[in-house]
């Protein structure tokens, strides 16, 4: 299959509106397939991610190896410039089967090991480093890709499959759940070895990113990485995004997760059952905060980031209430606006960003949004010590607010047009697919 003829998105109604308006990208049937694939991969990530930890504590009864295995993914997301540079460079092609092939192939030393029996802290470390390592060049690959894949809605494409990476999050622990009883740990990371293989196989149909031409005009650019930090800072939009990222990962991260979930059985007295479903739930309405975003037809980014924003500051001010049904009302409510803002931020680098810079530029994102979220396990714990867990929700809360700020500061920057989101000149038009 051969991808559609490049097309221009509709602009918003108005010269100066900052609305996107594209049509779904299900109407496109490369999108179904791919989409496919990327959601299959999500899923065994999801069961992996789930396995590795409760497996490693099993065999070692050690909660160190378990926070060990769990580094190996941030630490993965260290290499992100470089991968992004790769990507300008050569192509998100350079990325995506390699990546795979990298996961698939330390899976399977992984498993291997693991059915030997008494594996070694520092092979199944190396082994996760080196899957983690894969998958974010794979991510980066075909994030960068879509622009090219699917020009004639870039920014919707990008949303839907970042819906579908919160949908992966939710079914992945239930297939472990199920699975368990009949396949095991080492059952369940055979299959997750599977799953690498699918988005190989929508490869093989023709669905990937298109070729990049040696001979094109960009062939003489300037591949200097701070190319990727110019173009951050020359858009106030996409430093506001950057900035409002940070602030919720600072401020709703894994540190605030944690200290939710820690007063859901200390201070509510739930059971770990009860405590599962909550943590569910939020996941959940994650997930719908996504969707409200990524499947509109029309996309107001300023709006959605000043609303999604609103609902996570007010979310955790309430959390800092003695009532069980406001804490319950706000986990949700906070869970909402978090799953809308990251919608509309991944949606709109795509748009924002130049394409010949895109890899660059959203490589150094990465590692400055996955550097903030560190500092949420530091910030939290040192906050409840000193002023208790209710007052911790008070000042993450006022701490969300200041992004409502920022953002109503640089209102006039979202106004002016952007131009048409295009794939990079390098890249080789394929024809259009026939329907």
């Known amino acids: 299959m051969s991808p559609p003829a490049a097309t221009t998105p509709k602009a918003g109604p108005g010269p100066g509106s900052d609305a996107v308006v594209e049509p779904s990208p299900f109407q496109n049937p490369r999108f179904t397939v791919f989409a496919a694939g990327n959601a299959l991969n999500n899923i065994g990530e999801a069961m992996y991610a789930t396995a590795l930890p409760l497996l490693a504590y099993r065999l070692t009864g050690s909660l160190a190896v378990m926070t060990l295995l769990a580094a190996a993914v941030p630490l993965g997301m260290l290499l992100a410039p470089s991968l992004g540079w790769a990507a300008d460079r050569w192509g998100p092609r350079a990325l995506v089967v390699p990546g795979l092939l990298l996961q698939a192939a330390a899976a399977l030393v992984m498993n291997l090991v693991l059915h030997a029996g008494a594996p070694t802290t520092t092979a199944l470390f190396v082994c996760a480093l080196l899957v983690a390592i894969g998958g974010a060049a794979y991510r980066t690959g075909w994030m960068t890709g879509v622009p090219g894949m699917f020009p004639d809605c870039p920014v919707r494409a990008r949303g839907t499959l970042n819906s579908l990476f919160f949908a992966a999050t939710l079914v992945g622990p239930v297939v472990f759940s199920l699975c368990l009883p009949f396949l095991g740990y080492e059952g369940l990371l055979w299959l997750n070895l599977a799953t690498f293989f699918a988005p190989v196989a929508v490869w093989a149909m023709g669905v990937h990113p298109p070729r990049v031409l040696p001979g094109a005009p960009g062939a003489g650019r300037n591949w200097k990485l701070s190319e990727g930090w110019k173009a951050i800072v020359a858009d106030r939009r996409v430093l506001d995004m950057l900035i409002v990222q940070v602030v919720l990962a600072v401020t709703c991260g894994a540190g605030f997760q944690a200290l939710v979930v820690y007063s859901l059985g200390h201070t509510w007295h739930l059971s770990d059952r009860s405590v599962s479903a909550v943590v569910t739930l939020m996941n959940a309405c994650m997930l719908a905060g996504n969707l409200l975003v990524a499947q509109r037809k029309r996309i107001r980014p300023r709006i959605s980031l000043t609303l999604g924003m609103t609902a996570c500051g007010l979310s955790l001010l309430l959390l800092a209430l003695p009532w069980w049904q406001v804490f319950l009302a706000a986990v949700a409510l906070g869970a909402l606006g978090e799953g809308a803002v990251l919608s509309t931020v991944v949606m709109m680098r795509v ?52 992004a409502l700020w920022y953002l109503r500061r640089g209102r006039t920057d979202w106004a002016r047009p952007s131009a048409p989101v295009a794939p990079a000149s390098n890249v080789q038009e394929e024809p259009p697919c026939k329907k």
Request: glycine residues 18%.
């Open 351 to 402: 748009k924002y960003l130049p394409g010949p810079v895109l890899g660059r530029a959203s490589g150094l994102m990465w590692l400055i949004t996955g550097g903030a979220a560190l500092l949420s396990p530091a910030v939290t714990p040192a906050l409840t010590e000193t002023v208790g867990a209710r007052g911790t929700f008070l000042v993450l809360g006022l701490g969300a607010c200041s």
